[in-house]
């Protein structure tokens, strides 16, 4: 994947905790807590009844320095896929000029 593009959360279940998904410059993932957690979906965050971050799982699973970032990140009120945004620009559109 090019460095420039950033992971859309939606409803977590593209995302893995690993992927580059934190709006931060230069792109990055969360830091986890413990490195079994690697392979868990961004889902495992995100509370089904409420479509919130859940708390309690961030707590668990990320160092506390992300988690302003993580509660930072929109996420939708009903099941919507993930996608990937071109950071390099306010839109998150990717153009020509934005590639350079």
Do not use: F
Not at 4 to 29: C, E, F, H, M, Y
Not at 47 to 70: A, N, R, S
Not at 83 to 92: C, E, R, V
């Amino acid at each position: 994947m090019a460095r420039n593009v950033q992971i859309s959360i939606g409803d977590g279940q593209t995302a893995k905790l690993t992927d580059k998904w934190l709006p931060t410059i230069p792109l990055r993932a969360p830091l986890l807590r413990d490195e079994t957690y690697a392979e868990a979906d961004v889902k495992t965050l995100i509370d089904t009844t409420t479509c919130q971050w859940d708390e309690q799982q961030v707590t668990k699973m990320i160092q506390p320095e992300d988690h302003h970032l993580i509660y930072k990140i929109y996420l939708p009120q009903r099941s919507t896929p993930g996608s990937y945004i071109w950071s390099q620009t306010k839109n998150g559109h990717y153009s020509v000029k934005s590639g350079y």
